[in-house]
Nanobody
Framework: QVQLVESGGGLVQAGGSLTLSCVFS????????MGWFRQAPGKEREFVAA????????FYADSVKGRFTISRDNAKNTGYLRMNSLKPEDTAVYSC???????????????????WGQGTQVTVSS
């Protein structure tokens, strides 16, 4: 059974940086595409970034493009989300997701992912 465990969240001032990690277990990580989503209180879950199985292609929401970087280390079964120039509106619970069958056209849809982590809180103060 696939498990995803996020870490690295916390409280940071606006303009600061954080790196989130997502440790994968229970399968062959290199067979899974991975995505990061976030959900702020009272709002719907929102796509942040995604990466294909090999790490050769990445996808970003317009709101984070140029500030966030998604990456993965298949040897360590771990995905990452580096977040720079954080803004108060980035405050949310960030969750990683994985799926073996996610098509490039669907990476931004939560329904394209079967497996999810519990999430990690990111709070950006102004």
């Amino acid at each position: 059974q696939v498990q995803l465990v996020e870490s690295g969240g916390g409280l940071v001032q606006a303009g600061g940086s954080l790196t989130l990690s997502c440790v994968f277990s229970g399968g062959f990580f290199s067979s899974y595409a991975m995505g990061w989503f976030r959900q702020a209180p009272g709002k719907e879950r929102e796509f942040v970034a995604a990466i294909n199985r090999s790490g050769s292609r990445t996808f970003y929401a317009d709101s984070v493009k140029g500030r966030f970087t998604i990456s993965r280390d298949n040897a360590k079964n771990t995905g990452y989300l580096r977040m720079n120039s954080l803004k108060p509106e980035d405050t949310a619970v960030y969750s990683c997701a994985a799926d073996q069958r996610t098509a490039y056209s669907a990476v931004s849809f939560p329904s394209a992912y079967d497996d999810w982590g519990q999430g990690t809180q990111v709070t950006v103060s102004s």
